[in-house]
């Protein structure tokens, strides 16, 4: 690992692999920068692969208070750590955070997101407004599994007997120990409300990719952000669930990125 400070003085954990353009990975919500192993056996042989811990995971800090522009900084920090600009792909919230970052005026000369988890009207209910101070309640007793199980049926979506799976599965321990970022996240996703106007300023070449396999809210939502991106293409890749294969969504980001 090596580090990188965000403007506050945070150290923010990175580590990077491959040759070639840098592509900077930004992951979604209870995972770090492991994720981003899946993915190098097929793009390390095209880019620099640098793939970082988000604040409040793994070996990065957390300074308080957190607001997202500072995860927006974050980002700013480890692209100028590996070059004056990168290409960047994010995942589900990190989806959200990447866009934000382009829209902040990052030097990002190529954006690939999968399903930023903006919420369209009619699409499923919102999140209750109450539920940032349930999480709240919950990190200060440390109550960290029913932090994780809160945020993934209020906040995702996901059904009781899909998280029933997931707490079956050797990842959910790591998803525990991340428990706190979930706070983060919350904030960063707020409302949840596709910012259009924003969006529609975005002048980057963009590609938003949603699976045939998906919960079919976050399917609807990439269709449309790709719509709001005057130079935005939407690519659907069938079959595949919100997380995709790395050997379907891979080959994907290769032709994009080499373009």
């Given at each position: 690992?090596?580090?990188?400070?965000?403007?506050?003085?945070?150290?923010?954990?990175?580590?990077?692999?491959?040759?070639?353009?840098?592509?900077?990975?930004?992951?979604?919500?209870?995972?770090?920068?492991?994720?981003?192993?899946?993915?190098?056996?097929?793009?390390?042989?095209?880019?620099?692969?640098?793939?970082?811990?988000?604040?409040?995971?793994?070996?990065?800090?957390?300074?308080?208070?957190y607001a997202p522009e500072r995860e927006i900084e974050d980002l700013a920090a480890v692209i100028g750590a590996n070059g004056p600009s990168a290409l960047v792909f994010g995942h589900s919230a990190g989806a959200v955070l990447a866009l934000e970052a382009t829209m902040h005026g990052l030097p990002i000369a190529r954006l690939a997101v999968n399903e930023p988890p903006y919420?369209?009207?009619?699409?499923?209910?919102?999140?209750?407004?109450?539920?940032?101070?349930?999480?709240?309640?919950l990190a200060q007793v440390d109550d960290r599994e029913a932090m994780v199980e809160l945020f993934l049926r209020d906040e995702v979506g996901v059904p009781a007997a899909a998280i029933k799976q997931m707490q079956a599965q050797p990842a959910w321990k790591s998803m525990i120990a991340m428990a706190p970022s979930v706070l983060h996240d919350a904030r960063l996703l707020g409302r949840h409300?596709?910012?259009?106007?924003?969006?529609?300023?975005?002048?980057?070449?963009?590609?938003?990719?949603?699976?045939?396999?998906?919960?079919?809210?976050?399917?609807?939502?990439a269709r449309a952000v790709a719509d709001f991106i005057p130079r935005a293409e939407f690519r659907?890749?069938?079959?595949?669930?919100?997380?995709?294969?790395?050997h379907v969504l891979c080959p994907e980001l290769v032709s994009f990125f080499r373009a």
């Open positions: 690992m090596q580090f990188a400070k965000s403007a506050d003085g945070t150290r923010i954990a990175w580590s990077k692999g491959g040759a070639g353009p840098v592509l900077v990975v930004v992951n979604g919500a209870l995972s770090g920068h492991t994720s981003t192993d899946m993915l190098r056996h097929w793009l390390e042989p095209h880019f620099t692969v640098v793939g970082y811990d988000r604040r409040g995971r793994g070996e990065s800090g957390d300074t308080r208070p919420i369209l009207p009619g699409t499923r209910p919102l999140p209750p407004p109450e539920l940032a101070g349930q999480l709240t309640l409300e596709v910012p259009s106007g924003r969006l529609s300023r975005i002048g980057i070449p963009t590609i938003v990719f949603g699976g045939g396999a998906s919960f079919p809210w976050l399917l609807a939502t659907l890749l069938p079959d595949q669930p919100h997380s995709p294969a790395p």
